[in-house]
């Protein structure tokens, strides 16, 4: 995955996932973790967490707000709770969280160090050191509030944390990789997730570099005082034409819309297409046992088609975070109640192959990686129905899949 990978407007938003919704979000965070780690290790998994795309599209799936900040502490929480169980067997660690959890990150750090035997007390200052930049080095008007450190048995670790500006009711969201890093000080990000709030002081730039060494010389030579009266006569003169800044590095840039609903424009609707035809083409020739389980049909197999993307998809298919909803709908009832019942066949049906998996037997996994390589292949020429026709679909056959949404069950077509 590139290193690089690009940054999102987070609208800020507030609220509660509720436990119903938490607990297969913990289990399905698990589970899509696992079968990440199966395929290509747990390096990879690190890579992927630190790419802003995918994590967006990694709490869509899983039936989050798919455009608000509220989907980086449901994340962070349920793979924390989905991964704990597993750390021993998997080699992952996920320390930190939101508010007092974000404190307790270099005690757990120390702590697994001493268990599994890196160095704790060096990743506990690289944690404390990664969130000194962010809050510090790069002063862009957002306060940190969450910070979530993963780490592997052999030392090498991905940091998601996030800050909020409460005037503009926006989040952004920073993501560092341990990976081929050289300075903490010196272009360390991954990425760096918000929209442009005007002129950012980035001290991490590599064109910085003189202006760091600059401000330690002054700090030496003048102390604090000296820097204060410098500035103030600085203030009192009279503007004079201003110095040609140098444009910040360019990285591609996902906006996440104020707006909750999904419509036509979050959505790159050939993908959408490939997926729905994979699930009706694929899902009986690969899930013929599956297809006979009461309850269990072509619905269930194109939640699976955009789980199995999400694991095997490369950096240029997340670019539209928002069809990862149509997956398991939003708790907010965007763009539909989840479906409650197709979340678990999902669960299940994915859990029944990782743990086959790991007793030798490959082919359900596999099974899934065939139906995300048609999706694709057939996303060139597949047609179906637009966003909207979809969406009033699904909300027509809610109740039938146990749609449920924070405002409660769904109710029969034709209810108030």
């Given at each position: ?23 297969r979000m913990t289990r ?143 989040a952004r969201r920073y ?6 890093l050289e300075s903490f ?232």
């Amino acid at each position: 995955m590139a290193k690089r990978a690009g940054s999102a407007d987070l609208p800020l938003h507030s609220g509660h996932v509720p436990k119903w919704l938490a607990d297969r979000m913990t289990r399905l965070g698990g589970v899509v973790s696992e079968a990440v780690v199966h395929h290509y290790g747990r390096d990879e998994l690190l890579r992927r967490l630190a790419h802003p795309f995918w994590f967006q599209s990694f709490g869509a799936v899983m039936g989050m707000d798919w455009h608000s900040s509220g989907i980086t502490t449901s994340v962070i929480g349920a793979l924390k709770r989905g991964l704990t169980p597993l750390s021993k067997e998997l080699g992952i660690h996920v320390c930190g969280g939101r508010g007092k959890h974000s404190r307790q990150t270099p005690h757990e750090l120390i702590t697994i160090g001493e268990r599994v035997g890196f160095d704790g007390a060096a990743l506990a200052n690289a944690s404390r050191l990664v969130a000194k930049v962010d809050s510090a080095a790069i002063q862009d008007g957002f306060d940190l509030y969450l910070h979530g450190f993963i780490v592997t048995d052999d030392g090498k670790w991905a940091v998601v944390q996030q800050g909020m500006n409460d005037g503009r009711r926006q989040a952004r969201r920073y993501h560092w990789l341990s990976e081929d890093l050289e300075s903490f000080v010196d272009e360390p990000h991954t990425a760096i997730d918000g929209i442009g709030q005007g002129t950012i002081v980035n001290l991490t730039d590599r064109r910085a570099e003189a202006s760091r060494r600059a401000q330690i010389e002054l700090l030496g030579s003048l102390g604090p005082d000296g820097i204060a009266r410098k500035f103030l006569a600085l203030e009192e003169r009279e503007p004079e034409t201003a110095p040609v800044s140098s444009p910040q590095l360019l990285l591609p840039h996902l906006v996440m819309p104020e707006h909750h609903d999904v419509r036509p424009k979050d959505v790159v609707l050939r993908r959408l297409h490939g997926t729905l035809a994979a699930a009706a083409d694929r899902g009986p020739a690969d899930f013929p046992d599956l297809l006979l389980t009461p309850g269990v049909g072509p619905r269930t197999v194109q939640a699976l088609a955009m789980v199995a993307e999400v694991v095997h998809g490369t950096p240029c298919r997340f670019s539209d975070p928002a069809r990862f909803s149509f997956a398991h709908g939003g708790k907010d009832r965007h763009p539909y109640p989840v479906p409650v019942r197709v979340y678990d066949e999902t669960i299940r049906v994915l859990k029944s192959a990782v743990q086959k998996a790991k007793l030798g037997q490959q082919e359900e996994l596999f099974a899934l990686k065939r139906l995300d390589d048609q999706a694709r292949a057939l996303e060139r020429h597949a047609t179906g129905p637009d966003v909207e026709e979809h969406i009033g679909r699904e909300r027509a056959s809610s109740h039938s899949y146990g749609g449920r949404s924070i405002f409660g069950d769904e109710p029969p077509p034709g209810t108030v």
